[in-house]
Protein backbone atom coordinates (compact mmCIF):
# COMPACT_ATOMS: atom_id res chain seq x y z
CA UNK A 1 0.00 0.00 0.00
CA UNK A 2 2.90 2.17 1.35
CA UNK A 3 5.18 1.21 -2.16
CA UNK A 4 2.00 1.45 -4.26
CA UNK A 5 1.23 5.00 -3.40
CA UNK A 6 4.65 5.78 -3.30
CA UNK A 7 5.81 4.62 -6.71
CA UNK A 8 2.15 6.80 -7.89
CA UNK A 9 3.56 9.85 -6.78
CA UNK A 10 6.98 9.60 -8.28
CA UNK A 11 5.24 8.03 -11.48
CA UNK A 12 3.70 11.46 -11.39
CA UNK A 13 6.67 13.29 -10.78
CA UNK A 14 8.69 11.66 -13.19
CA UNK A 15 6.36 11.88 -16.25
CA UNK A 16 5.92 15.65 -15.52
CA UNK A 17 9.90 16.49 -14.96
CA UNK A 18 10.53 14.04 -18.32
CA UNK A 19 8.18 16.21 -20.19
CA UNK A 20 9.64 19.34 -19.30
CA UNK A 21 11.16 21.37 -22.83
CA UNK A 22 14.59 19.95 -22.44
CA UNK A 23 16.59 20.56 -25.12
CA UNK A 24 18.57 17.63 -26.85
CA UNK A 25 22.37 18.46 -27.80
CA UNK A 26 22.56 21.06 -25.74
CA UNK A 27 25.17 21.11 -22.66
CA UNK A 28 23.53 23.21 -20.22
CA UNK A 29 20.24 20.87 -20.39
CA UNK A 30 22.41 18.16 -20.50
CA UNK A 31 24.04 19.06 -16.96
CA UNK A 32 20.71 20.25 -15.57
CA UNK A 33 19.12 16.66 -16.52
CA UNK A 34 22.16 14.77 -15.47
CA UNK A 35 21.69 15.35 -11.61
CA UNK A 36 17.74 16.24 -11.82
CA UNK A 37 16.78 12.98 -13.36
CA UNK A 38 19.93 10.64 -12.12
CA UNK A 39 17.16 8.47 -9.65
CA UNK A 40 16.80 11.06 -6.74
CA UNK A 41 13.88 9.34 -4.12
CA UNK A 42 12.21 12.81 -4.72
CA UNK A 43 11.66 13.06 -0.90
CA UNK A 44 10.85 16.90 -1.50
CA UNK A 45 7.72 16.51 -4.21
CA UNK A 46 6.43 13.52 -2.73
CA UNK A 47 5.95 14.93 0.33
CA UNK A 48 4.24 17.85 -1.14
CA UNK A 49 1.68 15.34 -2.76
CA UNK A 50 1.02 13.61 0.14
CA UNK A 51 0.50 16.57 2.95
CA UNK A 52 -1.86 18.25 -0.38
CA UNK A 53 -3.80 15.22 0.27
CA UNK A 54 -3.88 14.42 4.14
CA UNK A 55 -5.85 18.16 4.06
CA UNK A 56 -8.21 17.08 1.06
CA UNK A 57 -6.37 18.43 -1.44
CA UNK A 58 -6.15 17.03 -4.96
CA UNK A 59 -2.35 15.58 -5.01
CA UNK A 60 -2.22 16.00 -9.19
CA UNK A 61 -2.88 19.64 -9.02
CA UNK A 62 0.28 20.86 -7.21
CA UNK A 63 2.79 18.40 -8.86
CA UNK A 64 4.37 21.26 -11.44
CA UNK A 65 4.70 23.31 -7.79
CA UNK A 66 6.03 19.87 -6.51
CA UNK A 67 8.70 19.47 -8.94
CA UNK A 68 9.46 23.07 -8.48
CA UNK A 69 10.82 21.93 -4.86
CA UNK A 70 12.95 18.83 -6.81
CA UNK A 71 14.89 21.40 -8.81
CA UNK A 72 15.86 23.83 -6.06
CA UNK A 73 16.67 20.47 -4.23
CA UNK A 74 19.15 19.18 -7.14
CA UNK A 75 20.97 22.75 -7.65
CA UNK A 76 21.66 22.67 -4.00
CA UNK A 77 23.27 19.48 -4.35
CA UNK A 78 25.25 20.35 -7.42
CA UNK A 79 26.39 23.77 -5.89
CA UNK A 80 27.07 21.74 -2.83
CA UNK A 81 29.49 19.18 -4.89
CA UNK A 82 31.34 21.20 -5.93
CA UNK A 83 35.21 22.19 -5.44
CA UNK A 84 34.75 25.26 -3.98
CA UNK A 85 32.02 23.31 -1.10
CA UNK A 86 32.53 20.09 -0.44
CA UNK A 87 34.21 18.49 -3.31
CA UNK A 88 32.45 15.67 -3.84
CA UNK A 89 33.65 12.95 -6.56
CA UNK A 90 29.91 10.69 -6.48
CA UNK A 91 26.36 11.14 -6.15
CA UNK A 92 23.91 8.48 -6.14
CA UNK A 93 26.67 6.16 -7.99
CA UNK A 94 27.93 8.24 -10.95
CA UNK A 95 30.58 10.74 -10.88
CA UNK A 96 29.33 14.52 -9.70
CA UNK A 97 27.97 17.19 -11.74
CA UNK A 98 31.06 19.12 -12.11
CA UNK A 99 33.22 16.01 -12.40
CA UNK A 100 31.66 14.89 -16.00
CA UNK A 101 30.51 18.49 -17.44
CA UNK A 102 33.20 21.06 -15.46
CA UNK A 103 32.93 23.20 -12.91
CA UNK A 104 31.73 26.54 -15.21
CA UNK A 105 28.54 24.41 -16.72
CA UNK A 106 28.23 22.69 -13.19
CA UNK A 107 27.42 25.97 -11.18
CA UNK A 108 25.39 27.25 -13.97
CA UNK A 109 23.40 24.07 -14.35
CA UNK A 110 22.82 24.60 -10.40
CA UNK A 111 21.50 28.22 -11.44
CA UNK A 112 19.19 27.51 -13.79
CA UNK A 113 17.49 24.72 -11.75
CA UNK A 114 17.59 27.39 -8.76
CA UNK A 115 15.08 29.31 -11.19
CA UNK A 116 13.33 26.50 -12.78
CA UNK A 117 12.14 25.83 -9.38
CA UNK A 118 11.01 29.21 -9.07
CA UNK A 119 9.26 29.41 -12.70
CA UNK A 120 7.48 26.17 -11.57
CA UNK A 121 6.45 27.25 -8.31
CA UNK A 122 4.47 30.46 -10.32
CA UNK A 123 3.34 27.72 -12.78
CA UNK A 124 -0.26 28.42 -14.01
CA UNK A 125 -2.29 25.90 -11.42
CA UNK A 126 -5.96 25.88 -10.36
CA UNK A 127 -5.15 26.88 -7.25
CA UNK A 128 -6.42 30.14 -5.08
CA UNK A 129 -3.38 33.03 -5.54
CA UNK A 130 -2.96 33.93 -2.27
CA UNK A 131 -2.09 30.19 -1.34
CA UNK A 132 0.34 30.04 -3.87
CA UNK A 133 1.98 33.41 -3.52
CA UNK A 134 2.28 32.43 0.18
CA UNK A 135 3.94 29.40 -0.72
CA UNK A 136 6.58 31.12 -3.07
CA UNK A 137 7.61 33.50 -0.62
CA UNK A 138 7.65 30.98 2.26
CA UNK A 139 10.38 28.89 0.11
CA UNK A 140 11.81 30.97 -1.05
CA UNK A 141 12.35 32.39 2.70
CA UNK A 142 13.22 28.14 3.57
CA UNK A 143 15.62 28.17 1.09
CA UNK A 144 17.68 31.45 1.05
CA UNK A 145 20.31 33.21 3.08
CA UNK A 146 18.37 33.16 6.38
CA UNK A 147 17.71 28.88 5.38
CA UNK A 148 19.24 26.20 3.83
CA UNK A 149 22.21 28.82 2.40
CA UNK A 150 23.16 29.62 5.57
CA UNK A 151 22.97 25.55 6.53
CA UNK A 152 25.39 24.96 4.15
CA UNK A 153 27.64 28.03 5.13
CA UNK A 154 27.59 27.06 8.46
CA UNK A 155 28.37 23.28 7.64
CA UNK A 156 31.00 24.54 4.90
CA UNK A 157 32.51 27.45 6.61
CA UNK A 158 31.88 26.93 10.22
CA UNK A 159 33.70 26.31 13.25
CA UNK A 160 36.18 22.59 12.27
CA UNK A 161 36.05 20.58 15.26
CA UNK A 162 33.92 19.57 17.44
CA UNK A 163 30.36 21.04 17.46
CA UNK A 164 27.68 20.67 20.08
CA UNK A 165 24.59 18.58 19.52
CA UNK A 166 22.59 22.15 19.47
CA UNK A 167 25.24 23.12 16.56
CA UNK A 168 24.56 20.48 14.69
CA UNK A 169 21.17 20.31 15.23
CA UNK A 170 20.70 23.80 14.17
CA UNK A 171 22.47 23.08 10.98
CA UNK A 172 20.67 20.34 10.22
CA UNK A 173 17.79 22.18 10.41
CA UNK A 174 18.89 24.92 8.13
CA UNK A 175 20.65 22.29 5.36
CA UNK A 176 17.61 19.53 5.37
CA UNK A 177 14.46 20.59 8.03
CA UNK A 178 14.34 23.67 6.07
CA UNK A 179 13.37 22.64 2.87
CA UNK A 180 11.39 19.49 3.78
CA UNK A 181 9.25 21.43 5.92
CA UNK A 182 8.82 24.01 3.12
CA UNK A 183 7.53 21.38 0.63
CA UNK A 184 5.07 19.70 3.67
CA UNK A 185 3.80 23.29 3.74
CA UNK A 186 3.84 23.61 0.28
CA UNK A 187 0.96 20.85 -0.43
CA UNK A 188 -0.74 21.57 2.94
CA UNK A 189 -0.84 25.29 2.04
CA UNK A 190 -1.59 24.48 -1.74
CA UNK A 191 -4.58 22.09 -0.93
CA UNK A 192 -6.61 24.20 1.14
CA UNK A 193 -5.18 22.92 5.05
CA UNK A 194 -6.24 24.61 8.25
CA UNK A 195 -3.90 26.41 10.01
CA UNK A 196 -3.71 23.55 12.45
CA UNK A 197 -3.54 21.25 9.94
CA UNK A 198 -0.01 23.06 8.27
CA UNK A 199 1.33 23.80 12.07
CA UNK A 200 0.75 19.71 13.17
CA UNK A 201 2.56 19.18 9.43
CA UNK A 202 5.18 21.12 10.02
CA UNK A 203 6.59 19.79 13.29
CA UNK A 204 6.20 16.10 11.85
CA UNK A 205 8.34 17.67 8.49
CA UNK A 206 10.68 19.61 11.38
CA UNK A 207 11.39 15.85 12.53
CA UNK A 208 11.47 14.00 9.64
CA UNK A 209 14.37 16.30 8.38
CA UNK A 210 16.10 16.20 11.80
CA UNK A 211 15.61 12.07 11.78
CA UNK A 212 16.69 12.24 8.04
CA UNK A 213 19.75 13.56 8.65
CA UNK A 214 20.79 11.59 11.42
CA UNK A 215 20.21 8.60 9.43
CA UNK A 216 22.37 9.95 6.95
CA UNK A 217 24.78 9.91 9.33
CA UNK A 218 24.48 6.70 10.58
CA UNK A 219 24.69 5.33 6.87
CA UNK A 220 27.58 7.03 6.58
CA UNK A 221 29.44 4.78 9.01
CA UNK A 222 27.13 1.52 8.80
CA UNK A 223 25.85 1.90 5.30
CA UNK A 224 27.87 -0.12 1.97
CA UNK A 225 29.04 2.00 -0.70
CA UNK A 226 26.59 0.02 -3.21
CA UNK A 227 23.62 0.81 -1.59
CA UNK A 228 24.28 4.67 -0.98
CA UNK A 229 25.82 4.65 -4.53
CA UNK A 230 28.80 7.32 -2.77
CA UNK A 231 31.54 6.37 -0.66
CA UNK A 232 31.21 5.60 3.30
CA UNK A 233 32.88 6.93 5.91
CA UNK A 234 33.14 10.67 4.28
CA UNK A 235 32.49 12.66 7.49
CA UNK A 236 35.01 10.73 9.71
CA UNK A 237 37.74 11.34 6.72
CA UNK A 238 36.61 15.21 6.84
CA UNK A 239 37.11 15.08 10.49
CA UNK A 240 33.08 15.98 10.72
CA UNK A 241 31.03 16.31 13.86
CA UNK A 242 27.98 13.93 13.55
CA UNK A 243 25.58 13.05 15.56
CA UNK A 244 27.36 9.09 16.13
CA UNK A 245 30.20 11.15 16.75
CA UNK A 246 29.11 12.94 19.73
CA UNK A 247 26.55 10.60 21.12
CA UNK A 248 28.04 7.16 19.52
CA UNK A 249 26.20 4.66 17.39
CA UNK A 250 23.58 4.58 20.11
CA UNK A 251 22.73 7.52 21.58
CA UNK A 252 22.27 8.43 17.60
CA UNK A 253 20.14 5.41 16.66
CA UNK A 254 18.01 6.61 20.42
CA UNK A 255 17.97 10.34 19.12
CA UNK A 256 16.82 8.86 15.78
CA UNK A 257 14.12 6.88 17.15
CA UNK A 258 12.47 9.70 19.12
CA UNK A 259 12.83 12.08 16.09
CA UNK A 260 10.88 9.56 14.64
CA UNK A 261 8.08 8.98 17.36
CA UNK A 262 7.54 12.89 17.30
CA UNK A 263 7.50 13.42 13.32
CA UNK A 264 4.39 10.73 14.09
CA UNK A 265 2.66 12.01 16.91
CA UNK A 266 1.98 15.38 15.36
CA UNK A 267 -0.07 13.49 13.16
CA UNK A 268 -2.58 11.77 15.42
CA UNK A 269 -5.36 14.27 14.87
CA UNK A 270 -5.52 13.03 10.96
CA UNK A 271 -6.10 9.47 12.24
CA UNK A 272 -6.40 7.06 8.97
CA UNK A 273 -5.76 9.23 6.36
CA UNK A 274 -2.31 9.59 8.40
CA UNK A 275 -1.20 6.49 7.27
CA UNK A 276 1.04 7.35 4.27
CA UNK A 277 2.55 9.92 5.94
CA UNK A 278 3.69 7.64 9.08
CA UNK A 279 4.98 4.90 6.77
CA UNK A 280 7.30 8.12 5.54
CA UNK A 281 8.63 8.36 8.52
CA UNK A 282 9.26 4.03 9.26
CA UNK A 283 11.12 4.62 5.48
CA UNK A 284 13.20 7.37 6.47
CA UNK A 285 14.15 5.08 9.77
CA UNK A 286 14.72 2.14 8.02
CA UNK A 287 15.92 3.15 4.58
CA UNK A 288 19.56 1.68 3.67
CA UNK A 289 20.55 4.27 1.27
CA UNK B 1 13.80 67.05 -14.09
CA UNK B 2 15.84 63.63 -15.12
CA UNK B 3 18.90 63.39 -12.65
CA UNK B 4 16.25 64.46 -10.22
CA UNK B 5 13.78 61.81 -10.51
CA UNK B 6 16.71 59.46 -11.21
CA UNK B 7 17.85 60.35 -7.28
CA UNK B 8 14.13 59.40 -6.23
CA UNK B 9 13.62 56.53 -7.44
CA UNK B 10 17.50 54.81 -6.68
CA UNK B 11 16.90 56.90 -2.93
CA UNK B 12 13.59 54.42 -2.45
CA UNK B 13 15.47 51.70 -3.74
CA UNK B 14 18.95 52.71 -1.45
CA UNK B 15 16.60 52.96 1.89
CA UNK B 16 14.58 49.82 1.14
CA UNK B 17 17.61 47.41 0.45
CA UNK B 18 19.09 48.88 3.86
CA UNK B 19 16.23 48.66 5.44
CA UNK B 20 16.45 44.54 4.89
CA UNK B 21 17.50 42.50 8.01
CA UNK B 22 20.81 42.10 7.02
CA UNK B 23 23.16 40.66 10.33
CA UNK B 24 26.17 41.98 11.29
CA UNK B 25 29.00 39.93 11.76
CA UNK B 26 27.67 37.11 9.46
CA UNK B 27 30.04 36.44 6.52
CA UNK B 28 27.11 35.59 4.33
CA UNK B 29 25.27 38.87 5.06
CA UNK B 30 28.34 40.59 4.28
CA UNK B 31 29.31 39.16 1.43
CA UNK B 32 25.96 39.64 -0.10
CA UNK B 33 26.04 43.44 1.03
CA UNK B 34 29.20 44.04 -0.05
CA UNK B 35 28.24 43.16 -3.95
CA UNK B 36 25.28 44.47 -3.51
CA UNK B 37 25.45 48.02 -1.58
CA UNK B 38 28.48 48.57 -4.05
CA UNK B 39 26.60 51.22 -5.28
CA UNK B 40 25.24 49.84 -8.55
CA UNK B 41 23.33 52.10 -11.05
CA UNK B 42 19.87 50.46 -9.76
CA UNK B 43 19.44 50.17 -13.49
CA UNK B 44 16.93 47.57 -13.25
CA UNK B 45 14.83 48.62 -10.44
CA UNK B 46 14.95 52.04 -12.09
CA UNK B 47 13.61 50.98 -15.04
CA UNK B 48 10.55 49.17 -13.03
CA UNK B 49 9.41 52.04 -11.17
CA UNK B 50 9.88 53.86 -14.60
CA UNK B 51 7.37 51.37 -15.99
CA UNK B 52 5.11 51.07 -13.44
CA UNK B 53 4.54 55.16 -13.32
CA UNK B 54 4.44 55.60 -17.10
CA UNK B 55 1.12 53.43 -17.19
CA UNK B 56 -0.01 55.17 -14.29
CA UNK B 57 0.82 52.50 -11.31
CA UNK B 58 2.39 54.16 -8.12
CA UNK B 59 6.16 53.39 -8.45
CA UNK B 60 6.38 53.08 -4.75
CA UNK B 61 3.93 50.08 -4.82
CA UNK B 62 6.43 48.30 -6.74
CA UNK B 63 9.66 48.79 -4.90
CA UNK B 64 10.48 45.18 -3.19
CA UNK B 65 9.35 43.72 -6.62
CA UNK B 66 11.75 46.08 -8.17
CA UNK B 67 14.71 45.02 -5.71
CA UNK B 68 14.11 41.58 -6.13
CA UNK B 69 15.36 42.32 -9.68
CA UNK B 70 18.88 44.32 -8.52
CA UNK B 71 19.35 41.01 -5.96
CA UNK B 72 18.81 38.65 -9.41
CA UNK B 73 21.04 41.26 -11.30
CA UNK B 74 23.40 41.00 -8.20
CA UNK B 75 23.83 37.39 -8.34
CA UNK B 76 24.53 37.07 -11.91
CA UNK B 77 27.37 39.77 -11.16
CA UNK B 78 29.15 37.27 -8.41
CA UNK B 79 28.74 34.22 -10.31
CA UNK B 80 29.86 35.61 -13.22
CA UNK B 81 32.75 36.73 -11.89
CA UNK B 82 33.79 33.47 -10.23
CA UNK B 83 37.15 31.61 -11.55
CA UNK B 84 35.01 28.97 -12.92
CA UNK B 85 33.70 31.56 -15.59
CA UNK B 86 35.01 34.79 -16.33
CA UNK B 87 37.69 34.80 -13.28
CA UNK B 88 37.43 39.03 -12.70
CA UNK B 89 39.00 40.21 -9.80
CA UNK B 90 37.86 43.84 -9.98
CA UNK B 91 33.98 45.24 -10.18
CA UNK B 92 33.14 48.53 -9.50
CA UNK B 93 36.39 49.58 -8.43
CA UNK B 94 36.69 47.10 -5.71
CA UNK B 95 37.96 43.90 -5.46
CA UNK B 96 35.35 41.51 -6.46
CA UNK B 97 33.26 38.89 -3.30
CA UNK B 98 35.45 36.32 -4.07
CA UNK B 99 38.77 37.86 -4.19
CA UNK B 100 37.21 38.65 -0.62
CA UNK B 101 35.48 36.41 0.67
CA UNK B 102 36.34 33.29 -1.28
CA UNK B 103 34.87 31.27 -3.64
CA UNK B 104 32.77 29.11 -1.00
CA UNK B 105 31.18 32.54 0.32
CA UNK B 106 30.88 34.45 -2.84
CA UNK B 107 28.56 30.70 -4.57
CA UNK B 108 26.62 30.92 -1.65
CA UNK B 109 26.20 34.95 -1.39
CA UNK B 110 25.10 34.25 -4.96
CA UNK B 111 22.42 31.57 -4.08
CA UNK B 112 21.36 33.95 -1.63
CA UNK B 113 20.73 36.51 -3.74
CA UNK B 114 18.86 34.97 -6.38
CA UNK B 115 16.53 33.11 -3.85
CA UNK B 116 16.28 36.44 -2.37
CA UNK B 117 15.39 38.09 -5.35
CA UNK B 118 12.53 35.68 -5.85
CA UNK B 119 11.10 36.35 -2.26
CA UNK B 120 10.91 39.99 -2.82
CA UNK B 121 9.22 39.20 -5.84
CA UNK B 122 6.58 37.44 -3.90
CA UNK B 123 6.19 40.12 -1.19
CA UNK B 124 3.35 41.20 0.53
CA UNK B 125 2.32 43.96 -1.58
CA UNK B 126 -0.66 45.90 -2.57
CA UNK B 127 -1.07 44.33 -5.94
CA UNK B 128 -3.53 42.19 -7.68
CA UNK B 129 -1.90 38.45 -7.35
CA UNK B 130 -2.72 37.46 -10.83
CA UNK B 131 -0.21 40.48 -12.02
CA UNK B 132 2.46 39.19 -9.23
CA UNK B 133 2.36 35.68 -9.98
CA UNK B 134 2.41 36.64 -13.88
CA UNK B 135 5.89 38.73 -12.86
CA UNK B 136 7.53 36.34 -10.98
CA UNK B 137 6.66 33.30 -13.97
CA UNK B 138 7.86 36.11 -16.51
CA UNK B 139 11.03 36.89 -14.45
CA UNK B 140 11.93 33.51 -13.73
CA UNK B 141 12.22 32.42 -17.41
CA UNK B 142 13.30 35.39 -18.49
CA UNK B 143 16.59 34.95 -15.75
CA UNK B 144 16.59 30.98 -15.94
CA UNK B 145 18.34 28.61 -18.53
CA UNK B 146 16.33 29.76 -21.63
CA UNK B 147 17.20 33.51 -20.69
CA UNK B 148 20.01 34.88 -18.72
CA UNK B 149 21.55 31.98 -17.53
CA UNK B 150 21.81 30.56 -21.45
CA UNK B 151 23.32 33.40 -22.00
CA UNK B 152 26.25 32.86 -19.99
CA UNK B 153 26.50 29.76 -20.66
CA UNK B 154 27.16 30.99 -24.39
CA UNK B 155 29.25 33.47 -23.57
CA UNK B 156 31.58 31.56 -21.65
CA UNK B 157 31.17 28.25 -22.96
CA UNK B 158 30.18 29.17 -26.40
CA UNK B 159 32.58 28.90 -29.62
CA UNK B 160 35.81 30.82 -29.25
CA UNK B 161 37.03 32.73 -31.89
CA UNK B 162 35.17 35.21 -34.02
CA UNK B 163 31.34 34.74 -33.94
CA UNK B 164 28.98 37.02 -36.03
CA UNK B 165 26.95 40.09 -35.18
CA UNK B 166 23.90 37.77 -35.21
CA UNK B 167 25.38 35.53 -33.15
CA UNK B 168 26.73 38.10 -30.52
CA UNK B 169 23.25 39.87 -30.37
CA UNK B 170 21.78 36.51 -29.44
CA UNK B 171 24.18 36.31 -26.11
CA UNK B 172 23.38 40.25 -25.44
CA UNK B 173 19.81 39.83 -25.85
CA UNK B 174 19.89 36.63 -23.48
CA UNK B 175 22.44 38.08 -21.13
CA UNK B 176 21.33 41.80 -20.85
CA UNK B 177 18.19 42.26 -22.33
CA UNK B 178 16.31 39.43 -21.10
CA UNK B 179 16.63 41.17 -17.43
CA UNK B 180 16.35 44.43 -18.79
CA UNK B 181 13.00 43.66 -20.59
CA UNK B 182 11.60 41.62 -17.65
CA UNK B 183 12.40 44.52 -15.16
CA UNK B 184 10.44 46.83 -17.87
CA UNK B 185 7.63 44.40 -17.85
CA UNK B 186 7.55 43.60 -14.58
CA UNK B 187 6.99 47.42 -13.96
CA UNK B 188 4.64 47.87 -16.68
CA UNK B 189 2.08 44.61 -15.48
CA UNK B 190 2.71 45.17 -11.59
CA UNK B 191 1.51 49.28 -12.56
CA UNK B 192 -1.79 47.69 -14.57
CA UNK B 193 -0.45 48.62 -17.83
CA UNK B 194 -2.97 47.59 -21.14
CA UNK B 195 -1.07 45.17 -23.36
CA UNK B 196 -0.23 47.38 -25.99
CA UNK B 197 1.87 49.38 -23.56
CA UNK B 198 3.26 46.57 -21.94
CA UNK B 199 4.48 45.15 -25.45
CA UNK B 200 5.98 48.75 -26.73
CA UNK B 201 7.71 48.99 -23.50
CA UNK B 202 9.54 45.61 -23.76
CA UNK B 203 10.55 46.83 -27.34
CA UNK B 204 12.17 49.16 -25.69
CA UNK B 205 13.85 47.58 -23.27
CA UNK B 206 14.73 44.95 -25.66
CA UNK B 207 16.52 48.22 -27.74
CA UNK B 208 17.89 49.42 -24.46
CA UNK B 209 19.54 46.26 -23.66
CA UNK B 210 21.24 45.83 -26.90
CA UNK B 211 22.86 49.69 -26.73
CA UNK B 212 23.80 49.14 -23.15
CA UNK B 213 25.40 46.11 -24.29
CA UNK B 214 26.91 47.78 -27.05
CA UNK B 215 28.24 50.68 -24.73
CA UNK B 216 29.91 48.73 -22.82
CA UNK B 217 31.63 47.13 -25.68
CA UNK B 218 32.85 50.78 -26.47
CA UNK B 219 33.87 51.26 -23.26
CA UNK B 220 35.90 48.74 -23.06
CA UNK B 221 38.12 50.26 -25.84
CA UNK B 222 37.35 53.86 -25.23
CA UNK B 223 36.42 54.42 -21.53
CA UNK B 224 39.18 54.68 -18.21
CA UNK B 225 39.55 52.63 -15.79
CA UNK B 226 39.48 55.48 -13.25
CA UNK B 227 35.49 56.21 -14.64
CA UNK B 228 34.69 52.49 -15.00
CA UNK B 229 36.21 51.09 -11.73
CA UNK B 230 37.73 48.20 -13.58
CA UNK B 231 40.84 47.23 -16.49
CA UNK B 232 39.81 48.04 -20.03
CA UNK B 233 40.63 46.04 -22.96
CA UNK B 234 39.88 42.73 -21.30
CA UNK B 235 37.81 41.56 -24.18
CA UNK B 236 41.05 42.20 -26.46
CA UNK B 237 42.89 40.58 -23.96
CA UNK B 238 40.51 37.75 -24.05
CA UNK B 239 39.80 38.13 -27.94
CA UNK B 240 36.23 38.18 -27.18
CA UNK B 241 34.16 38.98 -30.28
CA UNK B 242 32.23 42.50 -29.98
CA UNK B 243 30.53 44.63 -31.79
CA UNK B 244 33.46 47.05 -32.16
CA UNK B 245 35.46 44.27 -33.40
CA UNK B 246 33.27 42.85 -35.45
CA UNK B 247 31.92 46.30 -37.37
CA UNK B 248 34.49 48.95 -35.94
CA UNK B 249 34.46 51.51 -33.73
CA UNK B 250 32.46 53.51 -36.33
CA UNK B 251 30.06 50.56 -36.83
CA UNK B 252 29.51 49.99 -33.33
CA UNK B 253 28.55 53.46 -33.10
CA UNK B 254 26.30 53.63 -35.46
CA UNK B 255 24.61 50.61 -34.09
CA UNK B 256 24.13 51.85 -30.60
CA UNK B 257 22.59 55.16 -32.35
CA UNK B 258 20.10 53.12 -34.24
CA UNK B 259 19.09 50.80 -30.89
CA UNK B 260 18.79 54.34 -29.05
CA UNK B 261 16.25 55.62 -31.98
CA UNK B 262 14.73 52.46 -31.95
CA UNK B 263 14.19 52.42 -28.24
CA UNK B 264 12.94 55.90 -28.33
CA UNK B 265 10.58 55.17 -31.49
CA UNK B 266 8.81 51.97 -29.20
CA UNK B 267 7.21 55.32 -26.29
CA UNK B 268 5.76 57.49 -29.45
CA UNK B 269 2.23 56.85 -28.11
CA UNK B 270 2.93 57.86 -24.25
CA UNK B 271 3.93 61.68 -25.80
CA UNK B 272 5.25 63.20 -22.91
CA UNK B 273 4.65 60.85 -19.50
CA UNK B 274 7.88 59.14 -21.58
CA UNK B 275 10.14 61.97 -20.87
CA UNK B 276 12.27 60.26 -18.18
CA UNK B 277 12.74 56.79 -20.48
CA UNK B 278 13.44 58.86 -23.27
CA UNK B 279 16.23 60.67 -21.26
CA UNK B 280 17.25 57.21 -19.97
CA UNK B 281 17.57 55.94 -23.28
CA UNK B 282 20.14 58.65 -23.76
CA UNK B 283 22.23 58.15 -20.17
CA UNK B 284 22.78 54.48 -21.44
CA UNK B 285 24.21 56.60 -24.91
CA UNK B 286 26.12 58.98 -23.22
CA UNK B 287 27.44 57.22 -20.14
CA UNK B 288 31.29 56.83 -19.24
CA UNK B 289 30.90 53.77 -16.90
Known sequence: MFQNKYSYFTGLIEDFLQKLPWKANDVLSESMAYTL?????????????????????????????????????????????????????YRRGRPTNHKVFGEATALLAGDGLL?????????????????????????????????????????????????????????????????????VRLGAILGGGLEEEIRQLSIYAAALGLAFQIKDDILDIEGTEDALGKPVGSDLKLQKS???????????????KQKIIEAKTALEKFEEKAEFLLCFADYIETRNH
Open 242 to 256: TYPSILGMDGAKIQL
Open 37 to 89: MAGGKRVRPVLALAAAEIVGGAPEVVIPCACGLEMIHTYSLIHDDLPALDNDD
Open 115 to 183: TYGFQLLASDVPVPLERQIKVIRETAEAVGWQGMVRGQVLDTLGEKGELSVSQITNIHHLKTGALLTAS
